[in-house]
């Protein structure tokens, strides 16, 4: 799942940057890059794992991961399911992603 946690990753990143750009037009771009931060970091991202209960599913082999090794490991299984999206379906797959993380992110 590493290949996807990776590409994932850069598909949340291109995602966030898009939405908070479009959403706030007027706000300095250091401000922009503070409220991307907020949208991708692994507590956000995890949170969304535990939403849709992707961690119980996912086979590891590390004895009961706690704290932040266990908050980094769900953020990397929502960025893989993120690229597995996208991956799945190459032509409508980011517009998708988008749509509902943009969603998720709405409040």
Known sequence: YERL?????????LISTRLVNQHFTTVPVGKLSYYRQALIRNTTLAAYADAYNFFPRVQHTIPEPTGAKLEKMKADVFEAYVAAIVQDDPENGLKRV???VGALWEP
């Not at 946690?5 to 990143?13: K, R, V």
């Open 98 to 100: 988008e749509e509902w």
């Open 5 to 13: 946690e990776f590409l994932g990753d850069a598909y949340i990143q």
